[in-house]
């Protein structure tokens, strides 16, 4: 009786052993990085090297647990080992240098930075556009993208000619000051602005200079102590400039939302964007019931 005792309680310790090795596998692989701490590549790199790290921990531990178990097996592991360390080392990774650029692109390449600059110049530059606003009300519109422009239609006569190789910009700007969108065409080739139409009612996605500019209302309004006050909880500082904060966000649309408040109903008309933030590698800040009305320049609470 004894006997069957002693083996009895070998059984429940080597399960309960390999139950808590099991259990710290697990532990490693469920628990994630510090997810949002560090908003570098870098840190993201070194917070996956540092996940790895632990799972190899404890993928050890577990095969010792299972070379004791089999002797000769973890013998012959080992061995199979000690011949991969003795092999040739991989040789470097080789970087390629991405190919230079010129300064036009051809057909339906992308746009390069050249024409980028040039045709943003050129639309900023237009007849009429430093009677416009920007998002924080200076002089001229704001620039929101651009982007190739598809090729003219084929006119009766032929005009353009398929395949002429010209290339064209299509220029997104918006007037604070009417709020309309601008959208302006620009012949590369020739430097001229050959197209300018302008929309009330649309509104495509925010320029992260809009979502700065939302930020910045955000910190001088009242209902931006909320924001302070978790940034000094979260830091121990004082929260002086939107630089201390990674952002993002969208438009608000109103179609969207089940309760709009009176101060929002002409968002879609007026522009209006939602942000979420956080600390630099650091703690979420939710801010996503402060709601920007760019056009107004006012913030409202929702929800």
């Keep these: 009786m004894y006997e069957i005792a002693r083996r009895h309680l070998g059984k429940v310790v080597a399960g309960a052993a390999m139950a808590v090795t099991g259990t710290a596998v697990a532990v490693a692989i469920s628990l994630p990085g510090p997810a949002g701490a560090d908003d570098t590549p870098g840190g993201r790199a070194a917070a ?33 080992g000690d011949a991969q360390a003795q092999g040739a080392a991989p040789p470097p990774a080789t970087v390629v240098p991405a190919a230079a650029e010129g300064e036009k692109g051809v057909g339906s390449d992308p746009l390069t930075d050249d024409e980028l600059t040039r045709a943003e110049t050129l639309a900023l530059t237009a007849p009429g556009a430093a009677a416009q606003q920007n998002v924080e009300g200076g002089r001229g519109p704001q620039h929101l993208g651009t982007v190739l422009a598809d090729p003219p239609p084929v006119s009766d006569r032929g005009d353009p000619q398929p395949g002429d190789g010209t290339r064209r910009a299509e220029v997104r700007l918006y007037d604070y000051g009417r709020d309309e969108l601008i959208t302006r065409t620009v012949n590369l080739a020739t430097g001229k602005v050959e197209k300018s139409v302008a929309q009330r009612g649309v509104q495509p996605s925010a320029h992260p200079e809009e ?21 000094e909880d979260a830091t121990g500082k004082e929260l002086t400039s939107t630089a201390q904060l990674w952002f993002n966000g969208d438009l608000y649309r109103t179609y969207r939302e089940a309760n709009v408040p009176a101060q929002l109903t002409r968002c879609g008309e007026h522009r209006c964007v939602r942000l979420v933030t956080k600390v630099l590698n650091g703690a979420w800040i939710d801010t996503r019931d402060l709601i920007v009305d760019l056009s107004a320049r006012t913030v409202t609470r929702v929800g």
């Design 48 to 80: 996956g090297a540092g996940t790895a790290g632990t799972v190899g921990a404890a993928g050890t531990a577990g095969s010792a647990g299972a070379s004791a178990a089999t002797g000769q097996g973890g013998a012959d592991g080992a061995q199979g």
């Design 211 to 231: 979502l700065r500019e939302a930020l910045e209302l955000i910190l001088a309004s009242p209902l931006g102590k909320g924001v302070k006050e978790d940034y």
